[in-house]
């Protein structure tokens, strides 16, 4: 079994120079001269035969805001990308926008900050902050939605997995709303999210979702359910999220990635970004600047 300690940044604000590469491999035990540049000044790696210690190479690369993983080479390229949308694909949480939006950001804030973190059940925690909806105009949600700002990279990360053959599928917590145009935008080609419950009316939210909810075990389902559905084995999948309702599709994924996460993700999963924009996730399956699909 083989690895590659993959080293990365922000292609915005780029900081991985040649020294701090041999301060990496020579943490790691390893000539300078043996790293492989994917994107100059953004992202390199080094070849491994056994497992580092990655404690020390971070250590080596002190408050450079470098992010340092460590995967296995072998099946690399992930055919399955599954992601949270929100605060992953895009940079809002739509319900937080929403509620600023009417006044009521603090006690949504609240709610959201505790289901991320994992302290409430998320089911539970959706529905107390939609009720909080009720009677919330359509034509607030269209103001929300004209306001969403898509992460750095994902358009590159969705193109350029799409077109080396990868499926790729937003699977939210959040809601259809918002999601279908955004997984058009991006170019995924699926979405799987809660949908919330419109007035007869049609002008207004009645504070209810539409059951089933989609919550942390509907994402692992959602992922186990797409891998088996393009035979694929969860090794040849990608999952990648921030919160504590990504956990579980995050454990079971080939390469379960945490980007941005919350402290209780980051510690949990198998992957982490900290730094690096969603091109990171590229980097990781070893795409070069040459095979990326620029925003």
Known sequence: MSFALVLSTAPTTPALTADLVAAAAAAAGLPADAARWLFP???????????????????ALGNAPIDANLVETDGRRKRLLVADMESTLIENEMLDDLAAEIGIGPQIAAITEKSMRGEVDFAQSVRERVALLTDLPLSIMETCAARIR????????????????????????????????????????????????????????????????????????TLEGAAADLGLPLSATLAVGDGANDLDMLSVAGFGVAFRAKPIVSAAAKLALSHSDLTGLLFLQGYTASDITRD
């Open 41 to 59: 000044d953004v992202a390199a790696e080094l070849p491994v035969a056994a497992a580092v210690d990655l404690a020390a190479v971070r250590a």
């Open 150 to 221: 898509v992460m750095p990279g994902a358009k590159s990360l969705i193109a350029t997995m799409a077109a080396h053959g990868a499926r790729c599928v937003i699977a939210t917590g959040g809601f259809g709303y918002f999601a279908h145009p955004v997984a058009d935008d991006l170019g995924c080609h699926e979405v799987h999210c809660n949908h919330l419950e419109v007035a007869a009316d049609g002008t207004r939210l009645t504070g209810r979702l539409i059951d089933p909810i989609f919550d942390r075990a509907a994402k692992r389902h």
